[in-house]
């Protein structure tokens, strides 16, 4: 299976449990791989048989900035649903960290992986 990536788009959202978190936009990083048969892709060269990267992270970026999830489980849950609704994206890996969450760290979050079976 052919994989099509984006890294490290940076959001600002409202995503915690915390009252601050809730009033307070923060950075949220999202790094998405989305697995599609590219083949014919590679073959016609027209973005119509191609996943297209652009489209999605404009609509992950808007959602993201816009849903106020408590939760990045929630969050990468919602992020996953939109991929998978996009034409030849069969499989979806998540990623969605808040960096600076935790004390002496990077950044923290989850990775979840999700087929379109998981939404049927």
Known sequence: MDKVFIRNLSVRGIIGINDWEREKLQEILINLTLYADLHRAG???????????????????????STARYTVEALAADIARLCLEEPGVQKAVVRVEKPGAVRFSESVGVEIERTQDDFA
Do not use: L, P
């Open 43 to 65: 073959e016609s060269d027209a973005i119509e048989d191609c996943v297209n990267y652009r489209t999605i992270a404009k609509k992950v970026q808007a959602h993201a900035e």
